[in-house]
Antibody, heavy 113, light 107 residues
């Protein structure tokens, strides 16, 4: 199971930190991912943190987001800085290096003045 | 970046009929391809991984095929709970990419 938190309303240029707590599997053994979905739009991969400590980001983020993980506490994080209107989306925490499964319920981030 | 293109954008199908959804990759992704189902207000659910392997608990009416750049998701006999949006996803290369989705609606 994956449970996200930390979403909310933030002004353009602001920051937000999302958290995801995992249970029911050996967290440290898996690649973990963030995927987002803007209102009424499709799925967009954001970032991945592999079990071997490799980190990948979508090019569109241009260094504004930072993914991290705490294996001791079965947690994944996404630090989001310099937020823009277009970052408004539901952010999902997802397990997997192949097929993404399972998905958390998502946390809504709204960037608006 | 590998671009995933799904067709059609919308598919109108009668309950009990079959449906075929297509996904094309801009370059080979081998069989590193997944299919997901998403219903309104819900998180996506993995249906197929490795292009043709059903995920745990997925009914046998869902099947996937293809390799390289051309992939297909087939639903053999649509049930009411199958009307949803379906996405393909490649995990062969970074960045990971999704198709834009195919909406399967009731005819």
């Amino acid at each position: 199971q994956l449970v996200e938190s930390g979403g909310g309303l933030v002004k353009p240029g602001g920051s937000l930190r999302l958290s995801c707590v995992a249970s029911g599997f050996i967290f440290s053994s898996y690649t973990m991912n963030w995927v987002r979905q803007a209102p009424g739009k499709g799925l967009e991969w954001v970032s991945s943190f592999t079990s071997s400590n490799f980190i990948y980001y979508a090019d569109s983020l241009k260094g504004r987001f930072t993914i991290s993980r705490d294996n001791a506490n079965n947690s994944l994080y996404l630090q989001m800085n310099s937020l823009r209107d277009e970052d408004t989306a539901v952010y999902y925490c997802v397990r997997g290096s192949g097929g993404f499964d399972p998905w958390g319920q998502g946390t809504l981030v709204t960037v608006s003045s | 970046e590998i671009v995933m293109t799904q067709s059609p954008a919308t598919l109108s199908v009668s309950p009990g009929a079959g449906a075929t959804l297509s996904c094309r990759a801009s370059q080979s992704v081998n069989t590193n391809l997944g299919w997901y189902q998403q219903k309104p207000g819900q998180a996506p659910r993995l249906l197929i991984y490795g292009a043709s392997f059903r995920a745990t608990g997925i009914p046998a009416r869902f099947s996937g095929s293809g390799s390289g750049t051309e992939f297909t998701l087939t639903i053999s006999s649509l049930q009411s709970e199958d009307f949803a949006v379906y996405y393909c996803h490649q995990y062969d290369n970074w960045p990971r990419t999704f198709g834009q989705g195919t909406k399967v609606e009731i005819k």
